[in-house]
């Protein structure tokens, strides 16, 4: 059956209320709630998290949100799931620190950005978006699991500090040729459906995933404008 904090209850649908809020932990104290979980409610902003000062996890994955944001005090969080939402950047991260787990997937964004706080990350999730390119990862050096899975990936660059590396993703991208791989203590390394060895009038370049990224950038635009 639906497990509590599935659905939440239609008055408060879209809206990260208290009462929603209150609905989905029971009416547990704020100050002494550790997890939250609201999938699939219609939810277009992250507000009203201020009081839940020791949260530890937070799930808001299968809504409607475009911009991580209202994070600021949540000083405890290790866990953040916001896939399959509607953001195109990576930001409003640099007062969760502390995050061990980060599941951005399916989303529509364009580039990897906006983690050089998040030195204790240790899984992050980036599959199904837009990125053209890895980068920007030298202060998360103590990765060991990062899906980049069915992006726009060309190369194989940008991960020489990631040292402590044990799981790399990196099937259904457009990479033509792996220039550096990270360090020794990678176990599992997936490349399949790339471009690897095939002659260049015979890759495509991610023409069809391109167009899709597009309309789903040009989409956002309007929804934040």
Do not use: W
Request: hydrophobic share 40%; aromatic share 2%.
């Amino acid at each position: 059956g639906p497990r509590p904090g599935d659905a939440p209850d239609p008055q408060y649908a879209g809206v990260l209320s208290r009462e929603a809020i209150a609905a989905a932990t029971h009416d547990a104290e704020p100050a002494s709630t550790y997890e939250l979980k609201l999938r699939a409610a219609g939810i277009t902003r992250i507000e009203n998290l201020g009081p839940l000062s020791k949260l530890r996890q937070l799930d808001l994955s299968s809504n409607k949100i475009a911009r991580v944001e209202g994070l600021e005090s949540l000083r405890e969080l290790r866990e953040l799931k916001l896939f399959a939402n509607r953001l195109s950047v990576i930001e409003g991260l640099e007062g969760a620190a502390g995050l061990r787990v980060l599941a951005l997937q399916h989303n529509q964004i364009g580039r990897i950005d906006g983690l050089q706080r998040l030195t204790k990350l240790q899984q992050l999730r980036l599959d199904n978006n837009c990125i053209a390119k890895i980068e920007n990862l030298e202060a998360n050096t103590q990765l060991t699991h990062l899906n980049l899975g069915g992006n726009l990936i060309e190369k194989v660059e940008g991960m020489l500090s990631l040292a402590l590396l044990e799981e790399l993703q990196l099937n259904g991208n457009h990479i033509t040729e792996v220039h550096q791989l990270p360090g020794r203590a990678l176990l599992e390394l997936s490349l399949a459906d790339n471009e690897l060895g095939q002659p260049t009038d015979a890759q495509d370049g991610g023409g069809k995933k391109k167009r899709s990224c597009l309309a789903g950038l040009q989409g956002a635009k309007r929804l934040n404008s």
